[in-house]
Each structure stands twice: as C-alpha cells, then as structure tokens.
C-alpha cells in the first residue's frame, strides 16, 4: 500500500523511484526523498512525499489546503505539490529541490549533526543556511501582512496545548512524581499562570512546525517542506521552534543538565539577541556551535519583539514550544524540562515586574 501511493505520484512504468527516508513524524506520517530515474532522462527533478493511513482527522488532505491558502494562492515561487489517495493511505508531493537535480540538497538536520560530530564539508556555513532560511520565498511573501492582537496565551498557541495530558504524564515520567502530585509541581504551576497571561503581540503567517527536518539546502537556497501547521501565528513561533530543535534534538544528551541550565540562565537576557552578545561562558564545542545558531536566530526574531528591550514576549513563545515538547521520547526530555522550569520563573517574575 506504501509502495502504491508512492508511485501513484509519479507518471510512467518505466520510472524507478530512488528515494531515501528522511523521517518518521510523531504523527504517524513517514517522509521520504524522492529521485526519479528513467531511461532517456536520468536526473528529472527531486521530490519530497509524505505519506500516512487515512484517518478520520485527514491530516495530509488539510496540508493540502493549507498549501493552497498560503502559497499557491499567494504566489510563492518554485513551490508545487501533488496529491493522490488510495483506499488506505494519503500522500502529498513536495518538488522542493533546484531544476538542476544533479546538485545536492542536505536537510539542515543533517548540516547540523555533521557539524557537531566534525563531519561538516560544504561550502556554505550553518549560520548562511539560516540567513538564507528567514529570507526564502515563503517568508518574503508571509512577512508582508503583518497584525497586532491582545489575546491570553492559551487562546493565541491553542492549538500547540492540546496535547496537556501527555505532557504531564511525560513531566511525571521524567521527574518521577506520582501523576496526582503534578498539579502541585512548582513549573506545571507556572504554566498555568502563563498561559493565563494575556499579551500584545504581532501574528502573521508562520510555518508553525519549523523544526531542522523542515527545511533543505541546496545551491539554489533554502526549501521548506511540510505546511501541516502553516497559519496564522505568533510571529514569532518559528524561531522558537527552530530553537528548541536545535537544543532539543541536537545537542548530545551526554552533557550534563547543570551545564545546560546555566547555559540556559545566560540566555535569558535581552542581550542575547544580539550577535556581539558574550558566550566566553560557553566551554564546550558542541554547545557553542548551537548557541551561536540560537544568538541568530533570537537577533532574526528581534524585529518582531513589540517591546524590543524586553525579552518576555519571546520568552513566553518559547517556553510554550519548549514545555510541548517535553512530551516527545525522542528529544532529550530531561533538557526540555530542565529549561522549561528556567524558563518559567523567569517569565513569571517578569510579568510580576
């Protein structure tokens, strides 16, 4: 059935579908890459394809939509996608990749892994990659429109918060506390202050899944994949979640949380968004790399901080983001909950302030 709806996306017997797996999503959905192979026209293009069971929510039939409503219908360029159904499954077809299918695209995913295990030979840095990512088509056309709302945080990231119950189980799970006491626990407390606390913010329209899986280089640029979760957001929920991915899934799990969380404890300052900010406090190779990625990132998002002197607005986007995914067994959890309690004290003092 996998095999069938895969090749129902591609015309012609004669094809063959060199493909690689990319990822297998917390949804259930699969993501592979794509080459198609024929006889007179060996390179034809490179393609990404997601595919999942059919099920009563339709998740890829809505990324289809969503597709449509925020790129085709606003004219990103050099973005197309197919889709097909089969009884069972439902694919969506992503030609992400330069015309030139004889040039390599690498997942950021992978850019940063080869980087932090000293495999890295490209001829571009990590830090053009994300200067390339912020200003590719998509973004040039979501960043026109943007809107100020004032709206209680649990209202403007309700559709991140769904997921409440497995987040306490996995916060129970990894402090070992009975599930009963998890409502007396000091950052589940927090949480529920904060997103009680109502904030003047700008939305626009996000990709609103930006994690390092979700975007390719190539010589031609950057290439976002997976609309799932494209709509209107904080404006700031991309470099957010573009952080916590970076924190989260690639920094070695091997390093000690007292290391993470004074690291952590530094850059809760404003200065941290800005590139001249001091990271001397930073010893290890492999958290410097990802931090000067982060100081990116924070100096990027600066610009649609409403209160550009007061890091509370960025800070609320990511403890959200970072208290989602502590649910997720295949980050490092013990990290995600560690910040997370930095994260929440800090916020509530500020909004005590």
């Not at 006491?181 to 904030?199: G, P, R, T």
């Not at 997976?226 to 209107?232: A, E, I, K, Y």
């Not at 001091?278 to 000067?292: I, T």
Request: with cysteine; charged share 30%.
């Amino acid at each position: 059935e996998e095999e069938l709806i895969i090749k129902k996306l591609f015309d012609g017997n004669e094809m063959i579908l060199d493909y690689k797996f990319l990822k297998g999503g917390n949804s259930g959905s699969k993501v592979i890459e794509i080459q198609p192979l024929r006889g007179n026209h060996p390179k034809i293009g490179r393609f990404v394809v997601k595919f999942e069971l059919k099920n009563s929510e339709r998740k890829i039939k809505k990324e289809k939509t969503l597709f449509r409503q925020y790129i085709s219908d606003l004219l990103v360029s050099n973005y197309f996608v197919e889709y097909e159904e089969t009884a069972t499954y439902e694919a969506i077809r992503y030609n992400y990749a330069s015309s030139d299918s004889k040039k390599d695209s690498f997942p950021f995913s992978k850019l940063v892994s080869d980087k932090l295990t000293e495999k890295y030979n490209y001829s571009f840095t990590l830090e053009k990659v994300i200067e390339e990512l912020f200003e590719c088509p998509p973004y040039q056309k979501w960043n026109a429109k943007p809107f100020q709302v004032t709206q209680p945080i649990k209202t403007l990231y309700s559709g991140y918060l769904q997921s409440e119950a497995k987040i306490y189980k996995a916060i129970s799970l990894v402090k070992g506390i009975n599930a009963t006491a998890i409502d007396s626990d000091e950052l589940v407390i927090n949480y529920k202050k904060i997103k009680e606390h109502s904030l003047r913010v700008q939305k626009k329209i996000c990709h609103g899944d930006l994690h390092s899986e979700n975007f390719f280089k190539d010589d031609q640029g950057v290439y976002l994949i997976d609309f799932g979760w494209t709509n209107q957001h904080h404006s700031l929920i991309d470099h957010a979640t573009l952080e916590c991915s970076l924190k989260f899934k690639h920094l070695p799990f091997y390093i000690p949380i007292d290391e993470l969380k004074e690291c952590e404890t530094h850059l809760l300052s404003i200065d941290s968004f800005s590139k001249s900010f001091d990271l001397s406090f930073v010893k290890r190779p492999s958290l410097l790399e990802v931090c000067k990625l982060v100081i990116q990132i924070r100096e990027n998002a600066k610009q649609y901080l409403l209160e550009s002197a007061d890091p509370l607005e960025y800070l609320i986007s990511l403890f959200i983001i970072n208290f989602r995914q502590i649910q997720y067994s295949d980050l490092n959890q013990a990290y995600a909950l560690a910040t997370a309690e930095v994260l929440g004290k800090k916020i509530i003092e500020l909004i005590n302030e």
